[in-house]
């Protein structure tokens, strides 16, 4: 996840369902009630504090002669908090997410962010969730040796173009990061792993999901190796107004990135003459070969929004209201939405993840975006629950193999468990 704002922060704690009791009892005096509201906040910060745990950067300047820069030509960076006791030999790889760019005048807006040069990137960042190091609420992986690699390219780890055009001084290198880190993370240990798994949010699920397999073969073969992909399911459908908006985009990211040699061969040598197509995950997902898991909602709000009621295919602003929040969605939006869910299971089911004993699966109703990363979401009073199980637990039965995961839940709004409103902000995009 990338950092949040003040005031996104200080919203998700006041969010009544962050706390275990709430502030609105009626016998409670005015005073009363404001005193516990405060002190429920306070206690909430110094958790999260204690959760999110500060990690520093660490910069690849040596993957710089390589060319596996940045959009801007700095080095990629990544955090890293190593693991211990019976965890030191385990790992996971988690990459950012933050979107694509698709032409020269979205990637020199975006060079000019974190999402574009490491020269902007924070140098601490709070790890919680699948990354936390707190037994009590990650307890099958917070003694692993955990790494975020920050997305810089805006290609999910994809692009190799050679030459750089002087003009705008964009370098399209992402799989070559890709490339750079992993091998620098195996130099400093991860070649003696026993266990490892490649996981990523949104941008950065998509990435775990393409890079999965490759993962795999960089790996000995005595590892047991596994990827997760949380919100990184994204699917080839039409927008509203019958366009195909996704596939036009994720085409543009592809010729300019240079992509296509870099998505899986598995993939493009049976898609004929679109190759690109093979962003798509139920395309991709097809003939992987390497267990993954996947989160998602059935309802992802990134995908609502920029998928199915992009603006481009809403000129009336029609569905304005209803992608901020689902309740405010009319009886004929809510039934596209319905439609769009069922896209998205006959997608999941077409790519094969419900027949394959080595894959896994937490599909909610909730309507959120990237639900590994934040401790509210992966393990906490206020996670969601599909067949009585959150997501940690799902994700932890499936990695040591207790037991099979296939968890789908019931149509929105059926799930009480989920947050009362869109969970995407703040996090990766």
Not at 5 to 26: D, K, M, T, V, Y
Not at 37 to 50: D, E, H
Not at 66 to 75: M, N, R, T, Y
Not at 338 to 356: K, P, W
């Given at each position: 996840?990338?950092?949040?704002?003040?005031?996104?922060?200080?919203?998700?704690?006041?969010?009544?369902q962050s706390f275990s009791f709430h502030?609105?009892?009626?016998?409670?005096?005015?005073?009363?009630?404001?005193?516990?509201?405060?002190?429920?906040?306070?206690?909430?910060?110094?958790?999260?504090?204690?959760?999110?745990?500060?990690?520093?950067?660490?910069?690849?300047?040596?993957?710089?002669a390589k060319g596996a820069v940045c959009?801007?030509?700095?080095?990629?960076?990544?955090?890293?908090?190593?693991?211990?006791?019976?965890?030191?030999?385990?790992?996971?790889?988690?990459?950012?997410?933050?979107?694509?760019?698709?032409?020269?005048?979205?990637?020199?807006?975006?060079?000019?962010?974190?999402?574009?040069?490491?020269?902007?990137?924070?140098?601490?960042?709070?790890?919680?969730?699948?990354?936390?190091?707190?037994?009590?609420?990650?307890?099958?992986?917070?003694?692993?040796?955990?790494?975020?690699?920050?997305?810089?390219?805006?290609?999910?780890?994809?692009?190799?173009?050679?030459?750089?055009?002087?003009?705008?001084?964009?370098?399209?290198?992402?799989?070559?990061?890709?490339?750079?880190?992993?091998?620098?993370?195996?130099?400093?240990?991860?070649?003696?792993?026993?266990?490892?798994?490649?996981?990523?949010?949104?941008?950065?699920?998509?990435?775990?999901?393409?890079?999965?397999?490759?993962?795999?073969?960089?790996?000995?073969?005595?590892?047991?190796?596994?990827?997760?992909?949380?919100?990184?399911?994204?699917?080839?459908?039409?927008?509203?107004?019958?366009?195909?908006?996704?596939?036009?985009?994720?085409?543009?990211?592809?010729?300019?990135?240079?992509?296509?040699?870099?998505?899986?061969?598995?993939?493009?040598?049976?898609?004929?003459?679109?190759?690109?197509?093979?962003?798509?995950?139920?395309?991709?997902?097809?003939?992987?070969?390497?267990?993954?898991?996947?989160?998602?909602?059935?309802?992802?709000?990134?995908?609502?929004?920029?998928?199915?009621?992009?603006?481009?295919?809403?000129?009336?602003?029609?569905?304005?209201?209803?992608?901020?929040?689902?309740?405010?969605?009319?009886?004929?939006?809510?039934?596209?939405?319905?439609?769009?869910?069922?896209?998205?299971?006959?997608?999941?089911?077409?790519?094969?993840?419900?027949?394959?004993?080595?894959?896994?699966?937490?599909?909610?109703?909730?309507?959120?975006?990237?639900?590994?990363?934040?401790?509210?979401?992966?393990?906490?009073?206020?996670?969601?629950?599909?067949?009585?199980?959150?997501?940690?637990?799902?994700?932890?039965?499936?990695?040591?193999?207790?037991?099979?995961?296939?968890?789908?839940?019931?149509?929105?709004?059926?799930?009480?468990?989920?947050?009362?409103?869109?969970?995407?902000?703040?996090?990766?995009?």
């Amino acid at each position: 996840m990338r950092p949040k704002a003040i005031n996104e922060i200080s919203a998700e704690l006041l969010h009544p369902q962050s706390f275990s009791f709430h502030c609105s009892g009626r016998m409670m005096s005015a005073a009363l009630r404001q005193w516990l509201c405060l002190l429920a906040c306070v206690l909430t910060i110094i958790s999260l504090k204690a959760e999110g745990a500060s990690v520093g950067i660490t910069f690849l300047q040596d993957a710089v002669a390589k060319g596996a820069v940045c959009l801007d030509g700095s080095p990629p960076a990544y955090h890293f908090d190593q693991g211990s006791g019976t965890g030191v030999n385990n790992w996971i790889v988690h990459m950012e997410g933050g979107g694509w760019c698709e032409d020269v005048a979205t990637c020199l807006t975006r060079k000019k962010t974190d999402l574009g040069s490491s020269n902007l990137m924070v140098k601490q960042f709070g790890f919680s969730g699948l990354l936390s190091s707190q037994q009590k609420s990650n307890p099958d992986f917070y003694n692993w040796n955990r790494i975020k690699v920050r997305y810089c390219d805006g290609s999910s780890f994809t692009g190799d173009v050679e030459a750089v055009n002087p003009a705008d001084n964009l370098f399209f290198r992402g799989n070559r990061i890709f490339e750079a880190i992993i091998a620098d993370l195996l130099a400093k240990g991860m070649k003696n792993a026993n266990n490892a798994i490649l996981s990523g949010c949104s941008a950065g699920g998509l990435a775990s999901i393409l890079h999965c397999d490759r993962f795999r073969a960089l790996l000995p073969s005595t590892t047991k190796v596994k990827c997760i992909s949380d919100a990184g399911f994204f699917i080839h459908a039409k927008d509203v107004s019958g366009g195909q908006q996704i596939e036009n985009f994720y085409s543009q990211v592809a010729k300019l990135h240079g992509s296509v040699k870099n998505l899986p061969a598995s993939c493009t040598s049976r898609m004929g003459t679109r190759p690109e197509l093979c962003f798509f995950p139920q395309y991709a997902v097809q003939t992987m070969q390497t267990p993954i898991f996947f989160v998602n909602s059935a309802y992802d709000s990134w995908q609502i929004k920029n998928i199915l009621a992009p603006s481009a295919a809403d000129k009336g602003k029609a569905w304005k209201n209803c992608k901020l929040d689902l309740k405010k969605c009319t009886p004929e939006q809510l039934k596209v939405i319905q439609d769009f869910r069922d896209q998205f299971l006959l997608a999941i089911n077409n790519a094969g993840v419900q027949n394959s004993s080595s894959m896994g699966m937490f599909i909610d109703s909730c309507y959120a975006h990237c639900q590994i990363g934040k401790q509210i979401t992966w393990s906490s009073d206020s996670s969601p629950v599909v067949g009585n199980t959150k997501i940690a637990k799902a994700v932890g039965d499936w990695y040591y193999e207790r037991s099979a995961v296939k968890k789908l839940d019931c149509s929105y709004p059926c799930n009480p468990t989920c947050p009362a409103v869109d969970s995407e902000s703040g996090l990766d995009v």
